[in-house]
């Protein structure tokens, strides 16, 4: 026959009398007792426990994964925004000087006209 689940407050309960009967000159124990708010946290959320290093590695790698992507976004989408902005500091720069060579233009007639008068 099988045993019922327990309850998460005797599970939480269990964890405090592995914690306790380890004692602190156990291997676990002092572990147990260190990740023991984490775990009662999980436990009460629903959430599995990660305890194995292997499964906080592959999360710390997958993590890492997604912080370049984004970075690389960042990285992309900046390059995009300098490259627009000197696009349009080009053509204010081309645009300034054709007007000041119209100005330029404009004065040689003047000071000529006012030369002849």
């Not at 026959?1 to 156990?26: C, R, V, Y």
Request: charged share 30%; hydrophobic share 45%.
């Amino acid at each position: 026959m099988n045993k019922p689940n327990p309850s998460k407050s005797q599970e939480i309960e269990i964890l405090e009398a592995a914690i306790a009967q380890l004692g602190e000159n156990s291997y676990l124990g002092p572990w147990l007792k260190e990740i023991k708010a984490e775990l009662e946290a999980q436990i009460r959320s629903d959430f599995y426990p990660i305890i194995s290093l292997s499964e906080a590695k592959a999360q710390a790698s997958a993590i890492i994964i997604a912080a370049n992507a984004d970075a690389e976004k960042v990285r992309v989408y900046s390059e995009k925004a300098v490259d627009e902005q000197v696009r349009r500091l080009e053509k204010a720069r081309a645009d300034l000087s054709s007007a000041l060579f119209d100005v330029a233009r404009r004065a040689e007639w003047l000071a000529n006209s006012v030369s002849v008068a």
